[in-house]
């Protein structure tokens, strides 16, 4: 298998590669509602772009508000999962975040990601609460 390459990329240049992944498995395999999937707050965002072999593979996004960074929409295609595709989309996204000046991220993740979340050093805020009918926390993170 070749290996995977991880990209900033703008909504307006990759917006049909991104969709393609997050229809995947926030639609499709989670059965998120369409309207609520599409929030109207991707054209304002920064994304990563996960391919492999020219094919879109995994997305996130990252929107500054301030001093601070929210990370979302983060989606592996389920057979490149546990692959370190995530690993290398937050890593790029974390980075992004503090070259625009954030001190501290915020994300809200699905109790099955928390895990993951919690190896780079986010910590879960709050009691659990359900985001499209799917138990999520949120979680911060401090930048150096």
């Given at each position: 298998?070749?290996?995977?390459?991880?990209?900033?990329?703008?909504?307006?240049?990759?917006?049909?590669?991104?969709?393609?992944?997050?229809?995947?498995?926030?639609?499709?395999?989670?059965?998120?509602?369409?309207?609520?999937?599409?929030?109207?707050k991707?054209?304002?965002?920064?994304?990563?772009?996960?391919?492999?072999?020219?094919?879109?593979?995994?997305?996130?996004?990252?929107?500054?508000?301030?001093?601070?960074?929210?990370?979302?929409?983060?989606?592996?295609?389920?057979?490149?999962?546990?692959?370190?595709?995530?690993?290398?989309?937050?890593?790029?996204l974390?980075?992004?975040?503090?070259?625009?000046?954030?001190?501290?991220?915020?994300?809200?993740?699905?109790?099955?990601a928390?895990?993951?979340?919690?190896?780079?050093?986010?910590?879960?805020?709050?009691?659990?609460?359900?985001?499209?009918?799917?138990p999520?926390?949120?979680?911060?993170?401090?930048?150096p």
């Open positions: 298998m070749s290996a995977f390459a991880v990209h900033l990329v703008s909504w307006e240049t990759a917006a049909a590669a991104l969709a393609a992944v997050r229809r995947a498995v926030f639609i499709e395999e989670q059965g998120v509602p369409e309207a609520l999937e599409w929030d109207g991707d054209a304002a965002a920064l994304h990563v772009l996960a391919t492999l072999e020219g094919e879109p593979i995994g997305t996130g996004r990252l929107i500054i508000h301030g001093s601070l960074a929210h990370v979302g929409r983060m989606a592996v295609r389920k057979p490149w999962r546990r692959r370190g595709v995530g690993t290398a989309m937050l890593l790029r974390l980075q992004a975040a503090r070259t625009q000046g954030a001190r501290g991220v915020f994300l809200n993740a699905q109790i099955s928390l895990a993951f979340y919690e190896r780079f050093g986010f910590r879960r805020e709050g009691e659990a609460f359900l985001d499209a009918g799917i999520h926390y949120r979680m911060t993170l401090r930048l």
